[in-house]
Structures are given as structure tokens and as C-alpha cells.
């Protein structure tokens, strides 16, 4: 479990999507990109959805790529 919060946006035009996620609530996330891509009052796009929920998987690549780094070095200490 991780205590980090990675932090994703977003500006388009008016519109500023902010999205803060860690490992708990990162399907949460993910699912939000679908309702907003889904709501046509928005401007934020399917395109949109899919860019960000790549970036999403990503941070939580690098994210657990650093834990087990850490862990890896600490215990050799």
C-alpha cells in the first residue's frame, strides 16, 4: 500500500480536469475517465479518457518500480 498521490490533469479551454489517485483508488479513477468521456456536457473526450488511463497505468508502473527499488535497497542495508 502505497502513501503516495500522483496527480493527473487536464486544461481544455474553461474546463480543468484534476485527478489525484494512488494505488487504493486507482480503478476508481480509471472508471471516473469513462463517465466523464461518456458525459456529452463535458468537453472531455473519449480520446481524453484513453491518453490519461494510459498515464494512470503508467504511474503506477513507476510507482511500484521505485517500491520495490527502495525495498531492494533496504534490505541490503
Not at 16 to 45: M, V, W
Amino acid at each position: 500500500m502505497s502513501k503516495n498521490i500522483n496527480v493527473l490533469a487536464l486544461v481544455k479551454g474553461e474546463e480543468k480536469y484534476i485527478f489525484l489517485f494512488n494505488d487504493e483508488n486507482r480503478k476508481t479513477t480509471l472508471r471516473q475517465l469513462g463517465r466523464y468521456a461518456s458525459n456529452p456536457d463535458l468537453s472531455f473526450t473519449w480520446y481524453d479518457a484513453a491518453v490519461m488511463s494510459q498515464k494512470v497505468r503508467k504511474l503506477t508502473r513507476i510507482e511500484k518500480a521505485m517500491q520495490s527499488r527502495y525495498r531492494a535497497v533496504s534490505s541490503n542495508d
